[in-house]
Structures are given as structure tokens and as C-alpha cells.
């Protein structure tokens, strides 16, 4: 198809998610001409309701807290909860809690809404948005990327060209995926199946707007509660497991629910208001991330689990750094070259290696042990409370994370002392991984 016309911006976004909508707002409001490409529509369904504490300065700082806040379906969230398969084990842990000063409380959103009210603040800033547009093909003049041919709603190809390009593309990993820069983790595959649902058993008091999470056999499921007391529900399984479990995600969901029972007690009686959507395989590591006058931000640098809720928090800190390197970048020499985005790049790769092993932990029974019976001592609670409240920006983020690896540290104790018959605290039965 021939080009039909040709574009220009001087940053250039793909993905309107929280990552892309959050580099449109900072760079357009710094002066910069700025360009989101966004394929669906908005408002559109996403994954990725539960957000942390730490996210929201950074609303502070685009002016949208009160607007996200106030949006119909938020819902305050105090800490998280975590159960046993089948109930027997139960911890919650509270944001107040945290090391000082803790950020005490975050937000469960509905991302239909959330997403619209930070794609609106960009355009409000003054980014352009094109929706319904979807990028085809990078063009790269030598190691540098010179824009993205696209297709408009109509169908026509266009060439847009570009001094930077911001890769937020979310999961699809554009620029990655085309590059052969993408590669699944072999060891961590999983999958998820989610619907939103009424009549789902909450618990009483504040612990209601919390998100739980329930281990299931080789997998956990998220309950995720909005203002209307509908309920996001998902089952994170492995890949292999689903697919030995069945054909839909209907039938999928059902049995993992059937085997948890925890789940089953809350669920029953309850009414899926969504025919329940499937995730697959959205677990990848992308080998690079920046570039000359390119970097990736949000899920396009990668993702592991989200058992943890960290990837809106990752989206928004790393996208918002990449606005902050391109401004300066532009202003000092009026282009973009990997050197200037290599603060961006290292706290993506920063941020990744902190919370990939915390998820990974997650999936060690040993450390699952501790977690279910947090010891008092060397402030462990609270080290873990400000991991989960993503409290790991602030100066002196060695010193509160410190007590985190000191966890891991017991963990490896632990493991051992089963092996020899004297565990330092009770093992669980069972955990995500399929059993201690
Ligand atoms: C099962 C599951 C549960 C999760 N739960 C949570 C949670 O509770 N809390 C949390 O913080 N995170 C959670 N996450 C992670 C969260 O969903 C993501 O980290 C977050 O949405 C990333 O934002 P983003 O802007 O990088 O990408 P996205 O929000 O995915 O936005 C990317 C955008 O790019 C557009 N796009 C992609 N390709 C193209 C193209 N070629 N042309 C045009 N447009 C394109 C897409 O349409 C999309 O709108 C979860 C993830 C999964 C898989």
C-alpha cells in the first residue's frame, strides 16, 4: 500500500496506557510537540486494577489524584490481604505500617475509567492523540528510530516521523517484539483468567478495600473490590496447567475456583457481570530498552506477575523518567541519544531486578512461611509493607530493602532447617509453586 502522507512530532508515543499517558502529559506540558498513537478506543477494558501507595505522587505531580480519586468505581485501599488456599492462614498487611513515612492507603480503580481520565490529561496538557491508529513497523535510520509507519481507522498506511520515540505499548512489546528483543521466562509462564462479578463476600471493616490474594495450587487468585462492591476476580495458573485444564477461559476459571476453596466460599452466590477473558503468557524479559533516540517504558520493558501490583507503579516511574531525560536531552542538544536516557534505562533495570525477586520469592514456600507469619523482629513487617507499598524511590532505598533480603536470608535458613526436620517457623501446606 503506498504512503499516503507523512507526520511529524517530536516525541512520539505509541500506547495511551498509564505509561504513554503519563510521558504525553509530562512532555507536552514542558512545551514539548508530542504525539500518542493509541489502537483501541478508549474507554477499554485492561487488567491492572489494584494500584500501590507509591504511585501516587506522581498523580500528584500529572494533577490527576483528585480526578482518579473521584472516578465512580475507586475504591480506597489500606493494605493487602493474603489467604491460604483454604483459609487457615490469613495476613493483612497495612500501608500505615510501613517504614516512615509511609504513604498509608492507595487505590483500587476500574481501568476503563482510570485510563481515560490520564489519556484526557495529556491531551489536556497538550499531547495530540490519534485512536483507533496502530503502529505497523519502526523506521530506523542507521541505530536511530526515525518514526513508525501506521495505519489510520480507515485503513490507509502513513509514515510518522519523529526526534524520539516512546515505546509503551504495554504488553504487545512493540518495538521489542520486532526486534527479536523479547523472550518469554521459561521457568515462570503463566496465565490469567478474570471477570468482574456482584455478590462476592467481603470481608468486614477496612479490610473490605483491600486487595486479597488466596494461593491456589500452582497459581493465586486476586480479589480486587470497586466502590460499587463489584468485585475483579482473576486466577493466575500456569501455563501448562491451563492448558491441561480445558478449552475456555470460562471452564478454566471455574475448575481453578472448584480446587480453592477459599475462592469458591467467597463466590458463592455470586454473578459474573463480564464473560470471564483470558491473559496468556505474560511473562517476558526484553533484552533491550533505550536506545538512540528510543526508549521502551511500562510493560514493553518487560513483565513478570503481577501477584505484587507493581506494574502500574513500574508504567507510570519509568515513563515518567523518560520524559524527564528527553526534556532535558532536547533542551541540552536538541536530540535524544541512548547516553540520555541511560538514568531511565538503569532505574527500569533497577526496578525490575527489586521486584522480580520479590515475586519470585513469592513462589518459594520457604520464604511463603515467613510471610504468612511475619516475625517482628529486625522490622521485617515493616520492610515488607514498604516493598508492597513500593516505597523504593526515596533515598536510602538500600536500607529499607535491606530488611527484605534479610528475609530472604531466613527463607534459605528455613529450607533447611525443613531438610533437617527443625524449620524456624510452621511450613505451609501448600503455595503457588504446587506444594511446600
Ligand atoms: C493478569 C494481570 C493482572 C494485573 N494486575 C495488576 C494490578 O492489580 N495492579 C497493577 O498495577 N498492575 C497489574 N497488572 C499490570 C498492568 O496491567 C500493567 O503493568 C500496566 O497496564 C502497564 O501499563 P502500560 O501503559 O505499560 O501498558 P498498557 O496499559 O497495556 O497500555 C498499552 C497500550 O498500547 C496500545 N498498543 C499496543 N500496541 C499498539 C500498536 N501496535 N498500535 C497502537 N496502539 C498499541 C494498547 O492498545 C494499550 O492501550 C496486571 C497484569 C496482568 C497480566
Given amino acids: 500500500m503506498p504512503v499516503a502522507e507523512e507526520h511529524s512530532a517530536d516525541a512520539l508515543i505509541l500506547g495511551g496506557g498509564p505509561a504513554g499517558s503519563t510521558a504525553g502529559a509530562l512532555l507536552a506540558g514542558a512545551g514539548i510537540e508530542t504525539l500518542i498513537i493509541e489502537g483501541e478506543r478508549f474507554p477499554r477494558f485492561h487488567v491492572g486494577e489494584s494500584l500501590l501507595p507509591h504511585t501516587l505522587p506522581l498523580l500528584d505531580r500529572l494533577g490527576v489524584h483528585e480526578t482518579v480519586r473521584t472516578l465512580p468505581h475507586t475504591r480506597r485501599k489500606d493494605g493487602a490481604s493474603f489467604v491460604t488456599h483454604d483459609g487457615g492462614k490469613h495476613v493483612a498487611y497495612w500501608f500505615e505500617n510501613g517504614l516512615p513515612p509511609a504513604i498509608p492507603h492507595a487505590y483500587q480503580v476500574r481501568r476503563d475509567e482510570f485510563d481515560l481520565a490520564l489519556l484526557a490529561n495529556a491531551r489536556r496538557c497538550g499531547a495530540r492523540v490519534l485512536e483507533g491508529w496502530r503502529a505497523a513497523a519502526p523506521r530506523w535510520d542507521g541505530r536511530r528510530v526515525a518514526g513508525l509507519t501506521v495505519r489510520d481507522p480507515e485503513g490507509r498506511e502513513q509514515f510518522i516521523s519523529c526526534r524520539v520515540f516512546i515505546d509503551a505499548s504495554g504488553q504487545s512489546s512493540f518495538l521489542a517484539?520486532?526486534?527479536?528483543?523479547?523472550?518469554?521466562?521459561?521457568?515462570?509462564?503463566?496465565?490469567?483468567?478474570?471477570?468482574h462479578f456482584k455478590g462476592v463476600w467481603l470481608p468486614p471493616g477496612r479490610e473490605a478495600g483491600n486487595i486479597t490474594i488466596v494461593l491456589a495450587h500452582k497459581g493465586w487468585f486476586w480479589l480486587i473490590p470497586f466502590a460499587d462492591d463489584t468485585v475483579s476476580v482473576g486466577a493466575?495458573?500456569?501455563?501448562?496447567?491451563?492448558?491441561?485444564?480445558?478449552?475456555?477461559?470460562?471452564?478454566?476459571?471455574?475448575?481453578?475456583?472448584?480446587?480453592?476453596?477459599?475462592?469458591?466460599?467467597?463466590?458463592?452466590?455470586?454473578?459474573?457481570?463480564?464473560p470471564v477473558s483470558a491473559i496468556q503468557n505474560f511473562s517476558y524479559r526484553v533484552m533491550q530498552v533505550g536506545g538512540e533516540g528510543f526508549c521502551l517504558v511500562g510493560d514493553a520493558a518487560g513483565?513478570?506477575?503481577?501477584?505484587?501490583?507493581?506494574?502500574?507503579?513500574?508504567?507510570?516511574?519509568?515513563?515518567?523518567?523518560?520524559?524527564?531525560?528527553?526534556?532535558?536531552?532536547?533542551?541540552?542538544?536538541?536530540?535524544?541519544?541512548?547516553?540520555?536516557?541511560?538514568?531511565?534505562?538503569?532505574?527500569?533495570?533497577?526496578?525490575?531486578?527489586l521486584f522480580f525477586s520479590f515475586i519470585r520469592a513469592y513462589y518459594d514456600p520457604h520464604f511463603l512461611a515467613f510471610f504468612f507469619n511475619p516475625h517482628d523482629a529486625l522490622d521485617i513487617p515493616a520492610a515488607i509493607v514498604s516493598l508492597l507499598a513500593a516505597d523504593v524511590l526515596r533515598p536510602g532505598r538500600w536500607r529499607r530493602t535491606s530488611r527484605y533480603r534479610a528475609l530472604l536470608a531466613l527463607a534459605r535458613a528455613q529450607r533447611w532447617g525443613v531438610r533437617l526436620g527443625r524449620p524456624i517457623v510452621e511450613p505451609l501446606a501448600a503455595g503457588p509453586a504446587g506444594g511446600a
Fill in 303 to 353: 513483565f513478570l506477575d503481577p501477584v505484587f501490583s507493581t506494574g502500574v507503579f513500574l508504567a507510570t516511574t519509568t515513563a515518567a523518567s523518560a520524559a524527564q531525560d528527553i526534556i532535558e536531552a532536547l533542551a541540552r542538544h536538541g536530540r535524544v541519544d541512548a547516553a540520555d536516557l541511560a538514568p531511565t534505562t538503569s532505574l527500569t533495570r533497577s526496578l525490575q531486578r
Fill in 236 to 274: 493466575v495458573l500456569d501455563v501448562e496447567q491451563w492448558r491441561a485444564q480445558g478449552s475456555s477461559p470460562g471452564s478454566i476459571f471455574n475448575a481453578a475456583v472448584e480446587a480453592t476453596p477459599e475462592v469458591a466460599r467467597r463466590l458463592a452466590g455470586a454473578e459474573a457481570l463480564l
Fill in 177 to 195: 517484539s520486532r526486534m527479536g528483543w523479547r523472550f518469554p521466562y521459561p521457568m515462570h509462564r503463566k496465565a490469567a483468567a478474570v471477570s
